[in-house]
């Protein structure tokens, strides 16, 4: 058999075995896709009301709307309060709607001209009766007091004064997003010295205004709890601690709770729980269990702390003292930072004449766990020598909930290190794989064909074309093969219940904690495909506008010949450009040795999103890939203009075709460039748009266009290259068996010989015209 014959052989069983390799690798692809959706557990929807968002099954309502569905009001309606003020004048207080457990301030305010200029005159708060919202009767403010002002009067106040001071101090902070470190400051220096009054106690009402107050700075803005703040919150807590051996006071953000305790008293165990009674309004129950044997296991439980006493006194008069924070706003740490907006609640036991022999926590925080996955805790307590957390004592204990055991009494807590729960993308559904599978086999068949039939044709032109296919396909095997992360299996079997974050995901190290989110578990092998992919798309559009100005200087200007060393300067250009973008990407993004501030970890690919899911021109996606790639885009627009007015749909008096033929050739030549310079990735720009609808229907249009650019380039510069069809036709030939086969495959033969003679004659008179017809581009290439 003659050598050509062979090479011709070896030629389709190379192009047969490389497209069913690819062809077998998409089909698994799809096997694994396809059985990891069918075997995901499935969350059933939660119906909810009035803004209600389903989380986990769950309803999460707004501020205004309780229970399980959201359907319970918690707020009360707009009111009008009428009133006699100092002077004996009747006034009419108007205040918004309000919602339960929270004050609310007047529309009428001081006048500019007082100490309190511009504040309101009065607050008012929403309670609730039973399952009816309430409102209580306002408390009206001296406008000519202020924070700074009640702070230096307070420490000689007769006990008469006290309560008002109180009040004006609730009234002046019951707007917590608007104040100050300055005004948190002073509202707890005044809380301090009244809490540490004589008796205090026995001035319920005033006691119950100086917590409220609390409650009330435990709403300001995170930022406003500086460090210079950190000695005045250790009066304060230090203060509540002590004072919650002698008070029971519940409001929103804190509560203080005492107990008496008896001369044999063993343990005692505090309590808080959510009431999830179906049909009812969820709040927090406060309950406190002497003689308790354990801890308790009922999931609706918050948190818990069990004191085991030692008595060292005969006193008949022995109590223990429980104050729960519901946030952390008070303790505020300098190794600890948190990023996340979740709040930590603290928990402090406390016995006056005994000691505890050794004290047991629990919490059973509530988080978005479709948002957070648990890594780790640490069990600590506030350390006020050094006014931060600590573990000294404290150690992990296993079970149903995050469980301490520590040797002391204090303020406890539990550090909590996150990982984002990535909803991990499927990038490569169906249309993907099949429209990336025959794009692979395509490009395999042009750059084979480029190849062995480089002497028909310029070297510069073939080399071109084999650059921009090569690069397309190298970027379309990582893209099938890698783009999917590979912790996203680890993901699958690590979201099995909420049980089960609490036995498996920390370790039983008890380590203060750095930080409240840690990043994914490195995956190198995704870092790398997102390298690779970066480099090879963009050496792809690279190469499509090195394609492009080569079109133009063959086509626009014909008679000047291409400059010297030109497939050397063209080949530094194509792949020297993006390995230096991609190169210094990596070197301005992953200098700090975070992956993600380089890739996604959804997919193998250039971050683009912020924390809140949010596109961020911070991201390396829009500097280092879409403004390059536009800037190219426009590049070839520009080109693709000129060719298509001045070559391809110039009029040609010379043209000898038919009407008819000669449009379709247009049309074809037009979708060639189209198709060669990438112009079909523009598409891509408009998923960018902002409407569910008008982006999802882009999504499918780029989608289809672009994963199937690789079959395109190959039935328009391959299959319809006259080339081509005569060398498929000669191994066809050569593969049929006697007579019948070869005298039909003659007679198709002798029919497409003659055509193409006459058609390079046409396309020949049509080149030296510096006009274009569709079969002449698909020949220079």
Request: hydrophobic content about 40%.
């Amino acid at each position: 058999m003659p050598s050509r014959q062979w090479d011709r052989i070896l030629i389709a069983v190379a192009c047969c075995v490389v497209t069913l390799t690819l062809w077998s690798l998409c089909a698994w692809q799809l096997i694994i896709k396809f059985h990891t959706e069918i075997t995901e557990n499935v969350v059933p929807p939660c119906f909810c009301h009035n803004g209600g968002i389903c989380q986990d099954g769950a309803c999460v309502c707004p501020d205004e709307w309780i229970g399980l569905l959201c359907d319970i009001v918690n707020f009360c309606e707009a009111s009008t309060y009428t009133y006699n003020n100092s002077e004996g004048d009747i006034k009419n207080l108007t205040f918004e709607r309000i919602i339960v457990g929270k004050y609310g301030s007047s529309n009428e305010k001081c006048e500019p001209h007082t100490a309190n200029g511009n504040s309101s005159i009065a607050i008012r708060l929403c309670s609730r009766n039973g399952i009816i919202p309430t409102l209580e009767e306002p408390s009206v403010q001296n406008c000519n007091e202020n924070l700074d002002s009640l702070a230096s009067q307070v420490e000689t106040a007769e006990s008469s004064a006290v309560l008002e001071i109180a009040k004006t101090t609730q009234i002046l902070t019951a707007m917590p997003d608007q104040l100050t470190t300055q005004n948190i400051s002073a509202a707890m220096d005044i809380s301090v010295q009244i809490l540490k009054k004589p008796n205090i106690s026995d001035d319920p009402q005033a006691s119950n205004t100086v917590v409220a107050t609390v409650s009330q700075l435990l709403d300001a803005k995170e930022t406003e709890f500086r460090s210079d703040l950190v000695n005045v919150t250790s009066r304060l807590t230090k203060t509540i601690e002590e004072f919650s051996l002698m008070s029971n006071i519940t409001q929103t953000n804190i509560a203080v709770q005492s107990v008496p305790l008896m001369l044999n008293s063993s343990a005692i165990l505090f309590l808080a729980q959510r009431d999830e009674t179906p049909g009812n309004y969820q709040t927090t129950k406060l309950e406190i269990q002497k003689d308790a044997t354990g801890l308790n296991d009922e999931l609706s439980t918050e948190v818990q702390i069990l004191l085991n006493i030692t008595s060292n006194s005969s006193s008949i008069n022995r109590r223990a003292g429980f104050v729960l924070y519901q946030n952390d706003k008070l303790f505020q740490s300098k190794t600890y930072l948190s990023h996340s907006n979740f709040s930590k609640q603290i928990v402090s036991g406390n016995i006056d004449g005994g000691t505890a022999s050794g004290v047991e926590i629990a919490f059973n925080p509530k988080y978005n766990t479709s948002k957070f996955l648990l890594h780790d805790y640490a069990c600590v307590f506030w350390d006020y020598a050094v006014n931060d957390w600590n573990t000294a004592g404290c150690t992990k204990e296993r079970g149903q909930f995050l469980r301490c055991k520590c040797n002391h009494t204090t303020h406890f807590a539990v550090l909590m290190a996150f990982r984002i729960n990535y909803k991990y993308a499927k990038p490569l559904e169906c249309i993907s794989y099949v429209g990336v599978g025959l794009s692979i086999a395509g490009l395999v068949i042009t750059i084979l064909f480029q190849i062995f039939t480089r002497k028909t044709r310029k070297s510069s032109v073939t080399w071109m074309l084999v650059s921009l296919c090569s690069s397309m396909l190298t970027f379309n095997i990582i893209f099938i093969s890698g783009i999917e992360n590979q912790n996203a299996r680890n993901h699958s079997s690590n979201t099995s219940g909420y049980e089960q974050q609490y036995s498996t995901y920390y370790t039983t190290n008890n380590t203060l904690l750095k930080s409240d989110m840690v990043d994914p578990p490195e995956d190198s092998w995704c870092m790398a495909v997102a390298v690779l992919l970066h480099y090879f798309l963009l050496a792809t559009f690279m190469w499509t506008a090195l394609n492009c100005a080569q079109l133009y200087l063959l086509l626009i200007r014909a008679m000047k010949p291409l400059p010297g060393n030109f497939i050397v300067t063209m080949s530094a250009i194509g792949w020297g450009i993006p390995a230096v973008v991609v190169a210094v990407t990596l070197g301005a993004t992953y200098r700090e040795g975070k992956a993600l501030n380089y890739r996604q970890e959804e997919f193998c690919w250039l971050a683009a999103l912020d924390e809140d899911q949010n596109f961020s021109i911070e991201k390396p996606m829009l500097w280092s890939f879409l403004l390059p790639v536009a800037l190219i885009l426009l590049f070839n627009i520009i080109i693709f203009i000129k060719i298509i007015v001045s070559v391809i749909w110039k009029e040609n008096k010379d043209l000898t075709r038919n009407k008819k033929d000669s449009f379709m050739g247009k049309i074809t030549s037009t979708i060639s460039v189209v198709v060669v310079l990438g112009i079909t990735w523009t598409t891509g720009y408009f998923m960018l748009i902002n409407q569910e609808e008008t982006s999802l229907v882009f999504s499918y249009v780029f989608c289809i266009l672009n994963a199937t650019q690789g079959i395109q380039i190959c039935i328009l510069y391959t299959f319809r290259s006259p080339i081509f069809r005569k060398k498929v036709s000669k191994m066809i030939s050569a593969w049929k068996v006697p007579e019948i086969s070869v005298y039909l495959h003659s007679q198709i033969y002798r029919v497409s010989k003659l055509w193409p003679v006459k058609h390079f004659q046409e396309t020949f008179r049509s080149f030296e015209t510096e006009n274009i017809s569709c079969s002449t581009f698909s020949d220079s290439y």
